[in-house]
């Protein structure tokens, strides 16, 4: 069953100052702020093997926690209520999942035929790492209820996914899935004051085109195996943004939501030669953000 995540940022008691930045945060000509902290990650699970009673052996929900962080540069226009703002980010989680089964048979990724049955207590490591980039042109108008903004943007998102599944001290199967996600975003944004301290709220929609490959190291369950998938695929994201000053520092928080309605994941199907598929995923974000 399909896991839906819909996003949403609920501000209650909003106190609305005039701001008098032409864009977000501040009116500064040039901004450059740097974040770290955590991110979330809730992908699609990945399934492997079948005990003696029919029931999947390996699984990991693939709920995940790492780091994550970004640098973040905004290029104002004084004069105009024109902005360029670009980003890149970089975010990485790995997890573990030990399970009691201790004999199981595992579907070739040839084929599918039945490959065992496997000795020994099976263990999943998986790895994934999140990273790109975007790059987008936003204006700004000033009014009574504070700065509310408009653009559209470039943005290219990855995920480079590793499963590395063992049975006893013998390595089973080493599978890999990288997607890309190229395509743009549009968004709407507002900045004001929220408790006396300077805020952003930004809403993007993105549209992108996804392409994913699969690639596994079989050993002894067969020939390597290499599978391709494309799909459009739509993201909603919303941030909420922070900031005050400490000894002459600006710093603050964000924390910001993306929805995707659609990842790839692996199938690993018996009688059938592993395959790509899609669910829906969301990822988190916590950052403490310093400008530079």
Same mark, same amino acid.
């Given at each position: 069953?399909?896991?839906?995540?819909?996003?949403?940022?609920?501000?209650?008691?909003?106190?609305?100052?005039?701001?008098?930045?032409?864009?977000?945060?501040?009116?500064?000509?040039?901004?450059?702020?740097?974040?770290?902290?955590?991110?979330?990650?809730?992908?699609?699970?990945? %399934? /492997?093997?079948? @005990?003696?009673? #029919?029931?999947? &052996? =390996?699984?990991?929900?693939?709920?995940?926690?790492?780091?994550?962080?970004?640098?973040?540069?905004?290029?104002?226009?004084?004069?105009?209520?024109?902005?360029?703002?670009?980003?890149?980010?970089?975010?990485?989680?790995?997890?573990?999942?030990?399970?009691?089964v201790v004999s199981f048979n595992?579907?070739?990724?040839?084929?599918?035929?039945?490959?065992?049955?496997?000795?020994?207590?099976?263990?999943?490591?998986?790895?994934?790492?999140?990273?790109?980039?975007?790059?987008?042109?936003?204006?700004?108008?000033?009014?009574?209820?504070?700065?509310?903004?408009?653009?559209?943007?470039?943005?290219?998102?990855?995920?480079?996914?590793?499963?590395?599944?063992?049975?006893?001290?013998d390595d089973l199967l080493r599978? %890999? /899935?990288?997607? @890309?996600?190229? #395509?743009?975003? &549009? =968004?709407?944004?507002?900045?004001?004051?929220?408790?006396?301290?300077?805020?952003?709220?930004?809403?993007?929609?993105?549209?992108?085109?996804?392409?994913?490959?699969?690639?596994?190291?079989?050993?002894?369950?067969?020939?390597?195996?290499?599978?391709?998938?494309?799909?459009?695929?739509?993201?909603?994201?919303?941030?909420?943004?922070?900031?005050?000053?400490?000894?002459?520092?600006?710093?603050?928080?964000?924390?910001?939501?993306?929805?995707?309605?659609?990842?790839?994941?692996?199938?690993?199907?018996?009688?059938?030669?592993?395959?790509?598929?899609?669910?829906?995923?969301?990822?988190?974000?916590?950052?403490?953000?310093?400008?530079?």
């Amino acid at each position: 069953m399909n896991r839906v995540y819909i996003p949403i940022l609920l501000i209650v008691g909003l106190v609305v100052t005039e701001v008098h930045g032409q864009s977000t945060i501040s009116n500064s000509p040039l901004e450059i702020s740097t974040g770290q902290g955590l991110w979330g990650a809730f992908l699609p699970a990945y %399934e /492997l093997g079948v @005990d003696s009673n #029919g029931s999947t &052996a =390996i699984r990991d929900d693939m709920d995940v926690v790492g780091y994550h962080g970004d640098l973040r540069a905004v290029r104002r226009f004084l004069g105009t209520r024109t902005s360029l703002e670009s980003r890149v980010f970089y975010g990485a989680a790995e997890s573990t999942t030990n399970s009691g089964v201790v004999s199981f048979n595992v579907p070739r990724p040839i084929d599918g035929v039945l490959f065992g049955p496997v000795s020994g207590p099976a263990r999943l490591r998986s790895e994934v790492e999140n990273y790109g980039f975007d790059l987008s042109l936003r204006d700004t108008w000033m009014t009574r209820f504070g700065g509310l903004s408009a653009g559209c943007g470039l943005s290219y998102i990855a995920f480079d996914q590793s499963f590395d599944s063992t049975a006893g001290p013998d390595d089973l199967l080493r599978e %890999e /899935l990288d997607s @890309d996600f190229r #395509g743009g975003k &549009a =968004i709407v944004g507002w900045d004001g004051s929220f408790c006396g301290r300077p805020t952003n709220i930004d809403l993007l929609i993105g549209f992108y085109d996804m392409n994913a490959d699969y690639s596994s190291q079989a050993g002894s369950l067969g020939p390597s195996v290499s599978e391709e998938l494309s799909k459009n695929v739509t993201t909603i994201e919303t941030n909420f943004t922070t900031r005050r000053d400490f000894r002459n520092i600006q710093i603050g928080t964000t924390v910001g939501v993306m929805y995707f309605s659609d990842m790839p994941t692996i199938n690993h199907t018996p009688s059938e030669a592993v395959s790509l598929g899609t669910d829906d995923a969301v990822t988190l974000k916590f950052l403490f953000e310093i400008l530079l």
